[in-house]
Each structure stands twice: as structure tokens, then as C-alpha cells.
């Protein structure tokens, strides 16, 4: 994360939420910053680490690293789901439709899905054998996400266990459900069963 969306995001935080202020206890000792608050959070996410992993780094409890992390994903939702985690609505589908034919030539494309897997460190020991392949040394978890040419990412799903590639990912995706059920903004195709009707 650059360290411009990073004080972005801490701000936006520190001025809406008063958790992300820096107050005193009842004690009258001076509590955690909103900069630590967020180090927090987003190292326990981008790592994948549990709450008390960086005690000695930040001097914080493990009840309060999962409170960060906890109050960290409940504000972004807040503050930011509207703009960035929501569908593309029709205007947006019409631009991406028009950048991918006039560059790519390729008429009413929305973007790219592809899967990837993802290694799982901190794979439970009971779960480990529903994600473990015998190509990938560790655990691990598909993602599955449709991105556009200005990397802005329009879908994304991941966690499915089993025995996955990414047809079994995609047969359990809910773009595909939303594209066989005919729910999908700017459907570009019709599904039937394995005829597709390019539209």
C-alpha cells in the first residue's frame, strides 16, 4: 500500500470514527494512535498473522489488535463501499465497453477473470485437507477476480474449499450464478447449460 492511501485512509478514519482518535484512558494515559491502529489492521490482513503477532512491534494487547482489525473493516465498509465495493452500474459497463473495443477490438468485454491461488500459512490443521493440493506444497485458496484496464477490481471471490481449478471455482462463483440467472449488470452472454449466445 502507498503511503499516500495510507494516510487517505488513516485521516478518513481519524476524522469520522473515534475509535481512530488518539485518547486518554480512564487512567489518563495517553491510548494508541490512529497510525497504530491502522498498522494493525493492515498487517494482520496483507500477512494473514493473528491479533497478538505485533505486541512487541506496536505495544499493543491481542484484544486490541483484534479490535483495530475488527473496527478497520467495519469503517472501510462504511466509508467506502458506496464508491469502491459495489457493482458497476451501467455507465460504468458502457465505458469499459467502449475502452476494450476501441483498444483491444474486442466488442463488449467488461474485463478479465481469471483464478489464482493463493498459499495459506495459517491454514487451520482441521482445514488443511480440504485446501491441499498435490501441486502446492502448503494449503491454499482460490481467488477469483475481474479486473479492468485501470486495474479497478470489479469482482472478487475466494475461499471456496475442495479440490479446485478454476472450473470448480467458477461453478460455485456468484458472477456466474448472476450470468446463467440473467441478473448480471451488461450481460455480454447468455448461458445455456454449455451453448453460449453471444448477445
Known amino acids: 500500500m502507498s503511503q499516500n492511501l495510507f494516510s487517505r485512509v488513516r485521516n478518513d478514519f481519524e476524522q469520522n470514527y473515534d475509535f481512530f482518535q ?3 484512558d480512564g487512567r489518563g494515559k495517553i491510548g494508541f494512535s490512529g497510525l497504530q ?11 494473514g498473522t493473528c491479533s497478538d503477532s505485533f505486541d512487541e512491534y506496536l ?3 491481542e484484544r486490541m489488535g483484534r479490535e483495530c482489525i475488527y473496527k478497520f473493516c467495519k469503517c472501510v465498509i462504511k466509508l467506502y463501499a458506496k464508491k469502491y465495493l459495489r457493482k458497476p452500474n451501467s455507465h460504468d459497463i458502457q465505458q469499459i465497453y467502449t475502452f476494450h473495443e ?10 478479465s477473470l481469471d483464478c489464482t491461488h493463493w498459499e495459506w500459512d495459517n ?12 501441486d502446492h506444497p502448503r494449503p491454499t485458496f482460490m481467488l477469483e477476480a475481474v479486473a479492468s484496464q485501470d486495474l479497478w477490481i470489479w469482482h472478487a471471490f475466494f ?17 456466474y450464478n448472476d450470468l446463467i440467472e440473467g441478473k448480471a449488470p451488461g450481460q455480454q452472454f447468455i448461458c445455456n447449460d454449455t451453448t453460449y449466445k453471444y448477445g
Open 123 to 134: 491454514c487451520p490443521t482441521a482445514w488443511r485437507g480440504q485446501f491441499q493440493r498435490g
Open 59 to 61: 505495544q499493543m494487547s
Open 37 to 47: 491502529k491502522c498498522t494493525s489492521a493492515i498487517r494482520q490482513l496483507a500477512y
Open 22 to 24: 488518539q485518547r486518554c
Open 102 to 111: 476501441e483498444v483491444h477490438g474486442f466488442p463488449g468485454m467488461l474485463g
Open 159 to 175: 475461499g471456496a474449499s475442495g479440490s479446485n481449478n478454476d472450473i470448480n471455482v467458477l461453478d460455485q462463483s456468484p458472477i
